[in-house]
């Protein structure tokens, strides 16, 4: 017995826009759980996390992006170059303007490299609804529609949960009708090791965004279940750096901001897990490891 309904719709979505936009929360509020990194730091997330929305008739996969930016750097370009091959996979791409603030350079500036993607569909996402008044949303949604040619343009706020549901509705509509990609229950397919890795990253970003928010990779180099013991798990990990002089900002006098971020890092791990956790969390100097393809595929960004 098939146990889906005919016109189950499986595919892919995706969100773009500008850094803090609220992409990350969105996407955690339409999977109901932590998976992407949110941060009131700009252009956090880096990988391509995905969350995977489970309904009766249909199953969302969600890419998350990170932010277009002009590239500076090899890794910038990467990024960019990652940006703009998601945006050619996915079935519908989800564009984010946030309802608080006036469109600008950087708005456009995506609308444009969006209106080039011809083969598939925009929905234009106006966010952060909370944060402003009807008045404000109605503007905004003018505004938006002015700025291109969108598939449909939905105000939601990620924060409050208003609309959500409308917009897996816009979103799962361009989906093809598919059986489901994962299995029920999954929320994400990115290996655990990723999504610890990201969570310690999250951690040690805390309270030196100025300083090195982008210096900053971690690796988890092992991850297993200690012998004789079934209620915890032992991990090995290497946060790398730059330069000697970032080294000593991110361990602190007498090792105290380590062992903070350490602590945080493993009751977030811990969560995620639902298992007791041992962290072994090591500083490691990678010269200037932005600019070195080598290195950068030792830490998981691929050409
Ligand atoms: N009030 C309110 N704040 C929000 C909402 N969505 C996001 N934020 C806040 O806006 C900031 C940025 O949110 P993120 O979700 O990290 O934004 P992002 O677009 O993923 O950012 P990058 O990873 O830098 O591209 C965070 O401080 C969020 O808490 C929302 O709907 N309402």
Not at 37 to 54: E, L, N
Not at 87 to 92: A, I, K, M, R, S
Request: glycine share 8%; with cysteine; net charge neutral.
């Amino acid at each position: 017995m098939n146990a889906e309904p005919s016109g189950f719709r499986a595919g892919f979505a995706c969100f773009v826009g500008r850094p803090n936009v609220g992409k990350s929360t969105l996407m955690n509020a339409l999977v109901g759980t932590k998976v992407a990194i949110t941060s009131s730091k700009p252009q956090t997330t880096r990988r391509a996390i995905r969350g995977i929305v489970h309904r009766p008739d249909a199953q969302l996969v969600i890419v998350d992006t990170p932010g277009f930016h002009r590239p500076r750097t090899l890794l910038g370009e990467r990024l960019d170059s990652l940006v703009l091959s998601t945006l050619t996979e996915v079935d519908v791409i989800g564009f984010c303007v946030p309802a608080n603030e006036p469109i600008g350079k950087g708005d456009r500036f995506i609308a444009e490299k969006l209106a080039a993607v011809k083969k598939t569909p925009v929905v234009a996402v106006v966010t952060k609804c909370d944060l402003a008044t009807r008045e404000q949303i109605a503007h905004q949604l003018l505004a938006v529609s002015a700025l291109a040619e969108f598939a449909e343009i939905v105000p939601v706020s990620g924060q409050s949960g208003e609309q959500l549901d409308i917009l897996a509705d816009v979103l799962i509509k361009r989906l093809p009708e598919s059986p489901p990609l994962y299995a029920g229950g999954e929320l994400t397919d990115e290996p655990e090791q990723v999504l610890v890795a990201e969570l310690i990253r999250e951690a040690a970003l805390e309270g030196v965004r100025d300083e090195l928010p982008h210096s900053i990779a971690v690796m988890v180099e092992e991850m297993n279940p200690r012998e004789g013991r079934d209620d915890l798990l032992d991990v090995y990990a290497h946060m790398f750096v730059e330069r000697q002089s970032q080294k000593a900002i991110v361990i602190g006098p007498g090792g105290a901001r380590l062992k903070d971020v350490g602590t945080r890092a493993r009751q977030q791990i811990e969560a995620l897990l639902g298992t007791r956790v041992y962290l072994d969390l090591r500083v490691k100097v990678a010269k200037e490891w932005q600019r070195d393809p080598k290195q950068l595929r030792r830490l998981g960004f691929y050409d």
